[in-house]
């Protein structure tokens, strides 16, 4: 079984940084894509930034400049500078998976972890 695991979120000032990270780990073959997206109450889940087996990334128009996303081997993370009140949302952890077991990839996701930036 693959669990994705995140940490880093909590509560930090407006024009604050938080560090996002999250690892994978399980009976991983090989890992894709692996990306960040948010949700806050009452809204769809949006892709915050994504980055590929290759290293590309893209980010939401709403935090480029801001945001980074970096990746090492199963962990991928979040940079979060300059953060703003509308940046508050729980932040999940996605990733494009193959196991060992199947040799099929499949999609999976965290928890989700807490960000709350006050103004």
């Known amino acids: 079984q693959v669990q994705l695991v995140e940490s880093g979120g909590g509560l930090v000032q407006a024009g604050g940084s938080l560090r996002l990270s999250c690892v994978a780990s399980?009976?991983?073959?090989?890992?894709?894509?692996m990306a960040w997206y948010r949700q806050t109450p009452g809204k769809q889940r949006e892709l915050v930034a994504v980055?590929?087996?290759?290293?590309s990334a893209n980010y939401a128009d709403s935090v480029k400049g801001r945001f980074t996303i970096s990746r090492e081997d199963t962990k991928v993370y979040l940079q979060m500078n300059s953060l703003k009140p509308e940046d508050t949302a729980v932040y999940y952890c996605?990733?494009?998976?193959?196991?060992?077991?199947?040799?099929?990839?499949?999609?999976?996701w965290g928890r989700g972890t807490q960000v709350t930036v006050s103004s």
């Open positions: 996605n990733a494009e998976i193959i196991t060992r077991a199947t040799l099929v990839p499949a999609n999976y």
């Open positions: 399980g009976f991983i073959f090989s890992i894709n894509a």
């Open positions: 980055i590929r087996s290759g290293g």
